[in-house]
């Protein structure tokens, strides 16, 4: 019983190895590595190498120098279906007729570089060789092109896979950048209640903010109002001043008593008391004329 288990045990590691043998288009196997070692079928791509979506292996700087220095930036490689009747493997760069290396090793593949818009390449192979790019990425009969552009699928040999750009990293030997992240949303602050002691200082910066213009109001209309009082007085002692004094209106030098005072009636009573005297005087100088005059007559 034991050794049936044994057998079984081995047999069982055999047959992934087996199932991952992988090929060239001639039928020789070489020692590649499955991209999708899991399906039934799947394109192989050598060490180091990067595994596309459109089945072209991409060089990295995971292959080791002495290999890199000969080897192409884009290459179709092997696969796991013998006959190569799978769609998993490469269709393109496997007719021995162009020139295509279909025995002995991976074909050389270049990019045609154009303007971007297109994933499209060509074979370097004997058909190619003689022409110029140009000449060659613009005649369908020697380019071929993907719809989209190719992802990378793993690199083979390393774990952790850092997905190389077939555009422009794999071509310089380089895995691609690693794609920029979402930045992180900025968390919105939560306002600070407001502390009690704030609230004080507040309380105080408005009293003293209103207080002092009102102060300020005050002091002015005190002011104006007591230059106002100091006109009405100086005015009052000017009036004093102008009018008449007691010496000035008595007679004989004499001063009067306050009851004594100037007054229209006072004037007029001594202006008329002299005209009467005045007249009485005429009268007696006239009756005194008169009778003299009659004497002298004889009369």
């Known amino acids: 019983m034991k050794p049936i288990l044994s057998i079984a045990f081995g047999l069982s590691l055999l047959t992934p190895i087996i199932d991952a043998a992988c090929y060239f288009p001639d039928g020789q196997t070489i020692h590649d590595t499955p991209c999708n070692p899991g399906a039934t079928h799947s394109t192989c791509c050598g060490p180091g190498y990067a595994c596309l979506s459109n089945n072209v292996c991409a060089l990295t700087e995971h292959v080791t120098p002495g290999e890199r220095k000969f080897s192409s930036y884009y290459v179709r490689a092997s696969c796991t279906d013998r006959n190569w009747a799978a769609k998993e493997c490469p269709s393109f760069c496997k007719n021995a007729a162009n020139g295509d290396n279909v025995g002995i090793g991976g074909m050389g593949v270049a990019k045609c570089d154009g303007d971007g818009s297109v994933d499209r390449y060509y074979c370097r192979n004997s058909q190619t060789a003689e022409l110029s790019e140009n000449a060659i990425c613009t005649n369908l009969s020697y380019y071929f092109e993907f719809p989209g552009f190719p992802s990378t699928v793993t690199i083979i040999g390393v774990q952790s896979t850092s997905a190389p750009s077939p555009d422009s990293s794999v071509a310089n030997g380089s895995t691609s950048p690693t794609p920029s ?94 005209y009467a005297i005045h007249e009485v005087h005429s009268t007696e100088a006239e009756a005194h004329e008169l009778s003299v005059k009659r004497e002298s007559q004889g009369i």
């Open 181 to 274: 992240s979402t930045p992180a949303s900025t968390p919105t602050p939560t306002p600070t209640p407001t502390s009690k002691k704030d609230s004080v200082a507040l309380g105080a910066g408005l009293g003293v903010g209103l207080g002092i213009p009102l102060i300020m109001t005050v002091v002015v209309i005190a002011v104006l109002l007591r230059r106002r009082w100091g006109s009405n007085s100086n005015v009052s002692e000017l009036n004093a001043l102008d009018s008449p004094t007691l010496k000035e209106i008595g007679t004989n030098e004499t001063p009067c008593t306050p009851t004594d005072k100037w007054s229209p009636q006072h004037s007029v009573h001594e202006v008329t008391s002299d």
